[in-house]
């Protein structure tokens, strides 16, 4: 049975930055059957954190099914908790950009006995990760200007300072935004 972790970012803003995601298959045994990470969006005000989470979960679930994996049970984990309880029917779909990724997803999810799962962001590591590296490759691979017109909402040199100090090492590109809330956690603990 697979077991899939997805999860997206928009940095170094949402909305409006990079949309990102990543995604890992394990199989039963627990070993990583795949993995993949990309461009959910381009920077435009419809770039949010959910576009790319919802990117991340349909990425996933079409490599599933193009890999003979329909149907058979599932388990899919994932730290966003709109996206879930959305697909789940907790939560209804307000927004408009978001209603053609819900139906792709509800879509994709029948072709699976599939149970979808909340996990915190600490249990979703690895697909973290891989969202982060395409951001990185992203920018890394963009004209100048635009990360320049991105700068502005990278945590800056005392932010970086401060994560260091703690025993954090920053990321390329890290957002202000995502300083803050580690430097909070850090220090709460």
Request: a negative charge; aromatic letters at 10%.
């Given at each position: 049975?697979?077991?899939?972790?997805?999860?997206?970012?928009?940095?170094?803003?949402?909305?409006?930055?990079?949309?990102?995601?990543?995604?890992?298959?394990?199989?039963?045994?627990?070993?990583?059957?795949?993995?993949?990470?990309?461009?959910?969006?381009?920077?435009?005000?419809?770039?949010?954190?959910?576009?790319?989470?919802?990117?991340?979960?349909?990425?996933?679930?079409?490599?599933l099914v193009?890999?003979?994996?329909?149907?058979?049970?599932?388990?899919?984990?994932?730290d966003s908790?709109?996206?879930?309880?959305?697909?789940?029917g907790v939560?209804?779909?307000?927004?408009?950009?978001?209603?053609?990724?819900?139906?792709?997803?509800?879509?994709?999810?029948?072709?699976?006995?599939?149970?979808?799962?909340?996990?915190?962001?600490?249990?979703?590591?690895?697909?973290?990760?891989?969202?982060?590296?395409?951001?990185?490759?992203?920018?890394?691979?963009?004209?100048?200007?635009?990360?320049?017109?991105?700068?502005?909402?990278?945590?800056?040199?005392?932010?970086?300072?401060?994560?260091?100090?703690?025993?954090?090492?920053?990321?390329?590109?890290?957002?202000?935004?995502?300083?803050?809330?580690?430097?909070?956690?850090?220090?709460?603990?």
């Open positions: 049975m697979p077991v899939v972790y997805f999860d997206g970012a928009c940095e170094p803003r949402n909305p409006g930055g990079v949309g990102t995601y990543g995604f890992v298959v394990y199989g039963g045994n627990g070993n990583v059957v795949h993995e993949d990470y990309g461009i959910a969006c381009e920077p435009s005000p419809n770039c949010t954190n959910n576009v790319a989470e919802y990117t991340g979960l349909i990425r996933a679930l079409e490599w193009g890999h003979g994996f329909s149907n058979s049970r599932l388990i899919v984990h994932g908790q709109l996206v879930i309880r959305q697909l789940m939560y209804s779909v307000r927004a408009e950009h978001l209603k053609p990724l819900h139906n792709k997803a509800l879509e994709l999810l029948r072709n699976f006995d599939a149970k979808l799962e909340w996990v915190p962001r600490e249990e979703n590591a690895r697909a973290d990760e891989l969202s982060k590296k395409a951001y990185i490759e992203y920018l890394d691979n963009h004209p100048p200007e635009l990360v320049e017109a991105l700068s502005q909402y990278f945590a800056t040199e005392k932010q970086l300072a401060s994560l260091k100090e703690l025993g954090i090492e920053p990321y390329k590109y890290m957002s202000k935004m995502e300083a803050n809330r580690l430097i909070r956690k850090l220090l709460k603990s």
